[in-house]
């Protein structure tokens, strides 16, 4: 991969869900160089410009690869030290049970369950998080309510080129664009908006301001999906090493179907191995920047990846780097729609 040691940074950093400041300064400091303009809004997005040379037919486009990774939030200190808690974002109760957890301020815990995991139907309420205090007043020393927590899991190297982390949702989005983002050399006839993105695990909420203020022409979610070649509880087509996911539709929106048509032709012009993707559950950043405004054509460009929404995810490093191939060949890209 280009450079994977960012990559690996990235799945590293603390994240959780409304939470993203980590993230951001580590991006925005990699950005700077190659930016033109570079700004934080309210929310906390962070929004990067590359302009383009302009011309009667240049766009706007606006990638959003959000920073946010699921966790849990403390809602209750128990008497004998449990902490119980609720999602920040999607969990599985069963991939979380006796995963450990970091709380910002370094603070290890285990998550269990107050019955038979089997039991708990993939409630949360049914969780609680373990940090080794020997009463409330003791756990309170480290944790207060309200404080978030995520998985806390190392980078691994797999076989065959694939990987295993936390928080591949989606810090391989961020890690893409801040790749093709070095790789602009501004001979691009598109001005192109890099946009890391929050809250995206809290409905989409990051690219909806984002994409109020940028008004683009063109907005493409880039981020992952899940896969359907490994036994799991979807159905589809999507598997690992197939290629870069080229969205068609998901529940939250149906791309445009020209946006779609030449991204497919990048790949067949460039060589650059994809895969349609269409799933029937989920959704990305795509969904509100295709409401935005008075609407925005809308893409996606996804990253297959494997037990998603977890402590260890699983993606494959050739489709991470065919993504970053696709952004760039999508961004340099003359668009003549009817």
Wanted: aromatic fraction near 8%.
């Amino acid at each position: 991969m280009r450079e994977e040691a960012i990559l690996k940074e990235l799945t590293e950093l603390w994240g959780v869900a409304g939470y993203e400041k980590e993230v951001r300064h580590y991006l925005e400091k990699l950005a700077a160089p190659y930016a033109d303009e570079m700004l934080t809004d309210a929310i906390g997005n962070l929004i990067v410009l590359k302009k383009g040379t302009g011309g009667p037919q240049s766009k706007k486009i606006m990638y959003a690869a959000h920073m946010d990774e699921i966790g849990f939030m403390v809602k209750t200190i128990e008497d004998d030290g449990r902490l119980r808690v609720c999602n920040m974002g999607w969990n599985w109760t069963a991939a979380a049970y006796h995963s450990r957890v970091q709380f910002k301020n370094g603070t290890i815990g285990v998550v269990s369950c107050v019955s038979d995991i089997e039991k708990a139907e993939n409630k949360t309420g049914k969780l609680f998080i373990d940090i080794g205090a020997t009463s409330k007043e003791d756990a309170k020393k480290y944790v207060n309510l309200g404080d978030p927590c995520c998985y806390s899991c190392e980078y691994q190297e797999l076989a065959n080129d694939r990987i295993c982390a936390k928080a591949l949702d989606n810090r391989i989005g961020c890690y893409q664009l801040l790749e093709a983002l070095k790789e602009n050399d501004g001979t691009y006839p598109n001005d192109i908006y890099y946009v890391f993105c929050v809250q995206e695990e809290l409905g989409c909420r990051g690219s909806k301001t984002a994409a109020a203020r940028i008004a683009p022409d063109i907005g493409v979610a880039v981020d992952i999906t899940p896969a359907h070649d490994y036994p799991c509880d979807l159905e589809g087509s999507n598997a690992l090493d197939a290629g870069i996911g080229i969205k068609i539709c998901d529940p939250s929106v149906v791309c445009d179907e020209d946006v779609v048509e030449v991204m497919f032709a990048c790949c067949e012009e460039g060589g650059i191995p994809y895969q349609r993707e269409v799933i029937d559950q989920g959704g990305t950043d795509a969904s509100s920047m295709n409401l935005s405004g008075f609407g925005v054509r809308a893409g996606g460009i996804v990253v297959v990846t494997r037990y998603a929404h977890g402590p260890s995810s699983v993606a494959s490093k050739k489709d991470i780097e065919a993504g970053i191939d696709l952004i760039n060949a999508f961004s340099r890209r003359t668009f003549q729609f009817a």
